[in-house]
């Protein structure tokens, strides 16, 4: 391996926490990987990891050399392509994660303008609600909504989604068109609960800048988004549902916003960053790109 090798191999070994995971993420043989660390320790005459049968962690120089290593790899990578990019344009491949509905109905159909603009790009792309380790899955970029974690990730800010009350029809006219939450009391929700932990939801609603909620009656509980908007489309009940996921529904007539002044708490967007210290010029443009989408079809 090159010096730049040795410094890439080092720094996924230490993203990974552990040879094996480092070497299938390169794809290189577990044997490469300890030898490319040893070979790079001999160079700069320090020991770099702490060894042990389950984790791999760097020692005091290891973690200043591994900040070393991410701007010397950044620096490189950009000068490498710093003339391929004027010429040339933008080329390889971006792995990206983002929520299933998102993916599906706002990023994919406006992916041919982008990727029609940037004919040598291609893009991976993901679409799941899990958590996605980041290193150890190689993935570029992650879109998440909600409260985020302390995952030690860069995150990138993209804005508030919000979220709207809405019944069907046929449900207002069976039980009448709640005003304000003092209301909520006769009315039926389709109950909402979290496909990780099984939590569900309350209703919530922001009254003088505080978030209120309670606890509505419900004959069914469902699991995932899909379900959640058939089963609202389907007279069951109210829900609290993100503007852009049912806007079709809301355009048709099939489903009317209720209670627009008693709306729940818009979810935080961001995207989520590998911690390094400069981002690849395909990624920035992409983030760029996929910033300004989303502002403009869900905000």
Not at 121 to 149: K, M, P, Q
Not at 180 to 200: C, F, I, Q, W
Request: with cysteine; glycine share 6%; charged share 25%.
């Amino acid at each position: 391996m090159d010096r730049i090798d040795l410094f890439r191999t080092f720094v996924r070994v230490v993203e990974c926490a552990s040879f094996t995971r480092a070497a299938d993420t390169l794809g290189l043989p577990r044997s490469s990987v300890s030898a490319a660390v040893i070979d790079l320790e001999a160079r700069v005459g320090a020991r770099l990891l702490h060894r042990t049968t389950r984790q791999v962690s760097p020692t005091q120089d290891g973690a200043a050399f591994y900040e070393r290593c991410l701007r010397l790899i950044a620096d490189v990578e950009e000068t490498e392509g710093l003339f391929r990019q004027t010429s040339v344009g933008l080329s390889g491949r971006l792995r990206i994660d983002v929520p299933g509905r998102i993916g599906r109905l706002i990023i994919v159909p406006a992916l041919p303008e982008f990727l029609a603009r940037h004919p040598q790009l291609d893009i991976d792309l993901r679409v799941t609600d899990r958590a996605v380790n980041l290193i150890e899955e190689s993935v570029d970029c992650v879109l998440r909504v909600g409260a985020l974690g302390d995952s030690g990730l860069i995150a990138r800010k993209i804005g508030d989604l919000a979220l709207i009350n809405v019944a069907s029809p046929g449900y207002l006219v069976a039980h009448g068109t709640p005003g304000t939450p003092d209301d909520l009391g006769v009315h039926l929700a389709v109950n909402y609960a979290s496909p990780s932990t099984g939590r569900v939801e309350e209703w919530e609603w922001i009254e003088r800048d505080e978030i209120r909620t309670i606890p509505m009656r419900s004959r069914v509980t469902v699991n995932s988004a899909e379900a959640y908007i058939a089963c609202c489309l389907a007279s069951l009940g109210l829900i609290q549902i993100p503007a852009y996921d049912v806007k079709r529904h809301l355009d048709a007539g099939e489903l009317i916003e209720v209670m627009p002044h008693h709306r729940a708490a818009p979810m935080p967007m961001a995207l989520l960053y590998p911690h390094r210290q400069h981002l690849s010029r395909r990624l920035q443009v992409f983030a760029d790109w996929l910033d300004e989408l989303l502002k403009r079809e869900m905000m």
